[in-house]
């Protein structure tokens, strides 16, 4: 069944849109209470909701609130706090489900709503699409006021500051881009715990300045600070925490690929990469699979979207999984995307061998791949573009086990993502400069 609200990742929009505004927000609280009532076979419990630094998360906290109020659920307001956390709060306080307010690495005039299940888990395709045929067109009340006060902040970070020893990176310096959003707070405190010493940027969120120029989108300024201040290594999440970048010492910025893929190597090297499994989605590069398959392990492919990831990791077993994006989840400790965790793990091989990040990263050898984003008026179903279909085929045929191509469009925007991987940077420009003029020809590119 389509889905008309949900996205990859959440309902997502422009705050004050047709969507992502406070009536919508309690129309689709009280959609979400009536099938968790639904679910449940029982009415009431609590709710937890966490948010970003964004100035609009309050009001759309209050109205979804509202709307769980009228089918007998009580809100619990978390604060601001990294999507993990959320996650991780569901689980351990036994709450019917769990709420993050966030557009994750979008601009702050843009914001979004993530649901996770009992369980920590974000909510699968047709339980989206149940709640979405609850939304009533009818208006919900909403009365701002104080909702109960919830604490996972703190339980999160001790937990994180567990996976290492005591006093583990004395003598580390780090840099930290927590891009003005919801890891200011949780992701310092842990390291500086451990005993590093952490540079910041992105650190001083006013509501309006989220991911601006910082964050896991905008790497260059962590770089910089990095060759700059002679730190060990540099830590980038997103808005909302589920994701991870990172620098090594001489400013080279790693994605999600080479982090699953350190950590993955070095699992399989020590007996701990369960059932020798590791899940990318279809966008990762295909030196992720050779660079697996030579340490002794497998790669199993899932759509793009971290909780297609987790899906994935559950039907085959495995614990570890990710996206080039930087959403890493290790299952053994988050049932999320946690970009924290995935920087500790990190961390973790870093002092196993004593090896810099610049030499760990060695063992992936990324096939060259080019990417484009289209922005699109219509999003017209790829089976009907027979035009861009040929030129498809084609290319397949071209590059044959050298090479792929993958064709989508975006969950969260109106793009159209192209991505080419292949022997050479040549064959790879050229193919797909032949898929835009491909795309150009038969959809309205803006």
Request: aromatic content about 4%.
């Amino acid at each position: 069944m389509k889905r008309i609200y949900f996205g990859t990742d959440g309902i997502r929009g422009e705050f004050g849109g047709p969507v992502i505004n406070p009536e919508f927000a309690a129309r689709l609280g009280a959609a979400v209470g009536r099938w968790l009532r639904a679910q449940a076979q029982v009415s009431g419990g609590a709710v937890l909701i966490g948010r970003d630094t964004r100035a609009s998360g309050v009001v759309l906290m209050e109205a979804l609130a509202a709307g769980l109020a009228t089918a007998g659920w009580t809100a619990v307001d978390l604060g601001v706090l990294p999507t993990p956390a959320v996650s991780r709060a569901v689980r351990a306080d036994g709450a019917a489900l769990g709420v993050m307010i966030t557009a994750s690495h979008n601009p702050a005039e843009d914001n979004g709503i993530k649901f996770f299940n009992g369980t920590g888990v974000k909510l699968t395709d047709v339980q989206e699409s149940e709640i979405e045929q609850l939304i009533s067109t009818e208006p919900v009340a909403v009365v701002a006021g104080p909702l109960p006060l919830g604490e996972a902040l703190k339980s999160y970070a001790m937990a994180a500051n567990a996976l290492l020893p005591a006093g583990a990176l004395r003598g580390w310096k780090i840099v930290l881009d927590t891009a003005n959003g919801a890891t200011c707070g949780s992701s310092p405190w842990v390291l500086k715990e451990l005993g590093a010493e952490v540079a910041g940027i992105g650190d001083r969120p006013d509501g309006t300045n989220i991911n601006e120029g910082v964050g896991s989108e905008h790497p260059e300024p962590l770089a910089a600070r990095v060759v700059a201040e002679g730190a060990r290594l540099g830590i980038a999440h997103d808005g909302d925490g589920d994701r991870c970048a990172l620098c090594d010492e001489n400013g080279g910025v790693l994605d999600g690929d080479e982090i699953l893929t350190i950590l993955a190597t070095h699992g399989l090297a020590h007996g701990r990469l369960v059932k020798k499994i590791l899940v990318a989605t279809v966008q990762s590069n295909l030196g992720l699979d050779a660079a697996i398959a030579a340490a002794g392990g497998t790669v199993r492919r899932s759509a793009v979207g971290d909780r297609y990831v987790i899906e994935e990791m559950l039907a085959c077993g495995a614990t570890l999984g990710g996206e080039s994006s930087g959403h890493v989840i290790c299952l053994e400790n988050a049932a999320t995307g946690d970009g924290l965790v995935a920087a500790l793990k990190v961390i973790e091989v870093m002092r196993a061998t004593g090896k810099p990040l610049s030499e760990l990263r060695r063992v992936l050898r990324k096939f060259p791949q080019m990417t484009a984003a289209l922005k699109v008026k219509t999003k017209t179903p790829l089976e009907n573009l027979s035009g861009l279909q040929a030129v498809m085929a084609a290319l397949a045929g071209e590059l044959g086990a050298e090479g792929r191509l993958l064709v989508r469009y975006s969950g969260t925007e109106a793009k159209l993502r192209l991505l080419v991987e292949g022997p050479t940077n040549d064959i790879v420009r050229s193919a797909l400069a032949r898929l835009e003029t491909a795309v150009r020809a038969e959809l309205t590119v803006i």
